[in-house]
């Protein structure tokens, strides 16, 4: 959380901290990882599979947003359709693919809820001699810049990071002119999706 050095100004968090008293500016997570799912399910692919931590509040909300695209979308659950990486590194997102793999379930695309757990994804499909997007179709949250140096330029979901910069500049000027105590949160950032590499229509569907 971020203080102002003045007793007038205000504090603010960035996410949602659980409570009402203290404005946050947000990201609208469930809704970026639901895009995922439908560009996904726009290029052809029924069987898609996602990683992500489910246990922090947060990531929870990305974990939801896949559940309700799954749903919407009409495609057929498996229990091994979800694999909870337990951590955000890339190691996690590296045990949590390989498992993925070694499952019932032979996903067509797989949704990583970050940066560092799409880094650990694609060790484990070139470790399993698979390539991205001929064999599986990657898509991740993070809509930041580094996505587009990884080895294979990577299609993403999320608000871009220069928009959340320029909503906290823009929230720290409007509080500043403010003399009362009623600072608001602001309403949730929309996700926007990038186009690169990493998706393309399953094989299945050629």
């Given at each position: 959380m971020?203080?102002?050095?003045?007793?007038?100004?205000?504090?603010?968090?960035?996410?949602?901290?659980?409570?009402?008293?203290?404005?946050?500016i947000d990201v609208d997570r469930k809704n970026a990882i639901f895009m995922a799912v439908k560009y996904l399910y726009s290029l052809g692919h029924r069987r898609i599979a996602y990683i992500g931590d489910s246990g922090k509040r947060i990531q929870k909300e990305k974990y939801?947003?896949?559940?309700?695209?799954?749903?919407?979308?009409?495609?057929?659950?498996?229990?091994?359709?979800?694999?909870?990486?337990?951590?955000?590194?890339?190691?996690?997102?590296y045990i949590a693919t390989k498992k993925?793999?070694?499952?019932?379930?032979?996903?067509?695309?797989?949704?990583?809820?970050?940066?560092?757990?799409?880094?650990?994804?694609?060790?484990?499909?070139?470790?399993?001699?698979?390539?991205?997007?001929k064999d599986i179709s990657l898509i991740s949250y993070d809509n930041?810049?580094?996505?587009?140096?990884?080895?294979?330029?990577?299609?993403?979901?999320?608000?871009?990071?220069?928009?959340i910069a320029k909503s906290i500049v823009q929230y720290l000027l409007e509080q500043i002119d403010k003399t009362n105590d009623g600072a608001t949160s602001i309403p949730p950032l929309e996700s926007e999706l990038v186009i690169r590499e990493s998706c393309c229509p399953p094989r299945d569907s050629e």
């Open positions: 971020l203080q102002f050095g003045q007793p007038a100004y205000r504090s603010f968090a960035m996410g949602n901290p659980g409570n009402s008293e203290i404005p946050y939801i947003g896949f559940t309700e695209g799954v749903m919407k979308h009409g495609l057929q659950s498996h229990p091994d359709m979800v694999i909870n990486t337990e951590g955000l590194g890339w190691q996690n997102g993925l793999l070694a499952s019932s379930f032979l996903p067509t695309a797989i949704v990583c809820a970050s940066y560092e757990l799409t880094i650990g994804a694609l060790r484990a499909i070139k470790e399993a001699r698979l390539s991205v997007p930041i810049p580094q996505m587009a140096d990884l080895e294979v330029a990577m299609t993403t979901v999320g608000a871009p990071i220069e928009k």
